[in-house]
């Protein structure tokens, strides 16, 4: 249940990076080749703007102020390098922003492999605030978006140049300053070649680097539906922080589905046959399902109450239901079976010894033996270790399963050892307790993200 910073920061970067959705969206005109296979620009020639926007009758011809607009920069159907600089450096100066949306949509119509890197960099030098905030940060990953859809490899390297010679100076963390632009580009060419994107992929060797870019990959797979995306998740090794990030990439892939409705998302998750990923497209639909009507979705996580994979979406539940009524999820859990009904009493246990510590206790003290009732132990003794080390301690000697009773015991001495040092130091001295165990307690390492016993964040959670 640690270790879950690498899946919040994902989480959050995922957030952040595409927010505004991606409107550049592939077509049969998105990109075109010569005969020599040479990539064009995203929608072919530039004059095509230019004619999609006459419009009027009686012979009278009117062009949108965005066909105006970039019809003055073309030449021979082409925008220049320069031209495309001035292009954007005169955009930006504009306040109305529908019609910078449409300028900007009209120029990257227009985008090529030759033009795309200058367009990048006079967008970053002018975007300014715009006049609903930091437009400009998003106008850059659509931009990156767009430029990976027409020259992926090519919009990586010049964006990691970029991203190198501005270390140390950009505003926004030098090197990290570009990473949701580099995942919009990774976004933008997977949607186009996801072989070519994925294998990129392989060879980033920073696995927090790769981490950021697996996310713009499986973004840009899903423009293109579910199917590429659950391929590239299932082909992920499964090995250290990995699974988390399958589990994330799942989770996005479950969002899809949410989008086409409650019951097309649950058929899916049934479609889902290994274990792993499946917990984390239970989980992200219960989170969702949740919001709305809670007992209808507990009802509905009944029918994987023997399922392995699903005890992290009871989790889920079971942590927020807990919240008000602790009971009804004790007795709801009753209907589950295995790690699925542990885990309900786990976290029910933990929010009512939180709220109300007395009551817990007596209810506690009348289960019978079971794996879910050392799960629940474990929960109310390492929750109050803080406030009643005694008590807890005594809590804690009393669960069946040694391995659990062990690490539990360490947990709540390590509490202990942080508010009372010298009566936990007394109770170690008699306690019998191995070597290993003592130096784990005594010589506590930092760096624990804050996560002291059920005290602070619950990690992996």
Do not use: C, H
Not at 59 to 64: D, I, S, Y
Not at 207 to 229: P, S, T, W, Y
Not at 299 to 322: F, P, Q, T
């Amino acid at each position: 249940m640690k270790n879950a910073t690498l899946v919040s920061l994902l989480a959050v970067t995922a957030a952040s990076a595409f927010g505004l959705g991606w409107i550049v969206r592939p077509s049969g005109d998105d990109l075109s080749q010569d005969a020599g296979g040479e990539k064009k620009s995203m929608m072919n020639a530039g004059e095509r703007s230019v004619n999609k926007g006459m419009r009027g009758g009686g012979g009278g011809v009117e062009l949108r102020p965005e066909d105006e607009f970039v019809a003055r920069f073309l030449t021979g159907g082409k925008i220049s390098s320069a031209d495309m600089q001035a292009a954007i450096k005169e955009m930006s100066e504009v306040n109305d922003p529908l019609l910078r949306q449409k300028m900007l949509a009209a120029l990257l119509e227009n985008l090529t492999a030759d033009n795309a890197k200058d367009a990048f960099l006079a967008l970053r030098e002018n975007r300014g605030g715009g006049p609903f905030g930091r437009a400009g940060d998003n106008e850059l990953r659509l931009l990156a978006n767009a430029w990976g859809r027409i020259d992926g490899a090519g919009a990586m390297a010049a964006l990691k140049e970029v991203a190198e010679a501005s270390e140390g100076n950009d505003r926004r963390g030098g090197r990290g300053g570009l990473a949701s632009e580099m995942m919009g580009a990774l976004s933008g060419w997977a949607t186009v070649d996801g072989a070519a994107a994925t294998a990129y992929l392989d060879t980033i060797e920073d696995d927090r680097q790769k981490g950021f870019a697996g996310l713009g990959v499986i973004q840009g797979l899903l423009v293109n539906g579910v199917d590429e995306a659950m391929s590239f998740v299932q082909g992920l090794p499964k090995e250290g922080e990995n699974n988390r990030a399958q589990e994330m990439y799942m989770g996005m892939i479950a969002g899809e589905m949410l989008e086409q409705g409650d019951d097309a998302a649950k058929s899916w998750v049934d479609s889902v046959a290994d274990p792993d990923l499946k917990s984390g497209a239970l989980t992200r639909v219960t989170m969702e399902l949740m919001q709305d009507d809670r007992e209808a979705t507990a009802e509905w996580l009944v029918k994987y109450g023997d399922d392995d994979s699903a005890a992290r979406a009871v989790g889920r539940l079971a942590d927020s239901w807990s919240r008000e009524d602790p009971e009804a999820v004790l007795e709801w859990a009753d209907q589950l079976s295995g790690k699925t009904k542990a885990e309900a009493y786990e976290e029910a246990m933990e929010t009512w010894a939180r709220e109300d510590p007395t009551a817990a206790g007596e209810y506690l003290g009348n289960l019978a033996a079971s794996p879910e009732r050392d799960s629940a132990t474990e929960a109310y003794a390492t929750r109050i270790s803080r406030e009643n080390p005694v008590t807890a301690m005594e809590w804690a000697g009393t669960i069946a399963n040694e391995e659990m009773r062990q690490d539990t015991v360490v947990e709540v001495a390590q509490d202990w050892y942080r508010s009372d040092k010298a009566a936990a130091e007394a109770w170690i001295a008699s306690s019998g307790l191995p070597e290993e165990s003592v130096q784990q307690i005594t010589e506590q390492q930092r760096g624990r993200g804050g996560d002291f016993g059920r005290g602070g964040p619950r990690g992996g959670r």
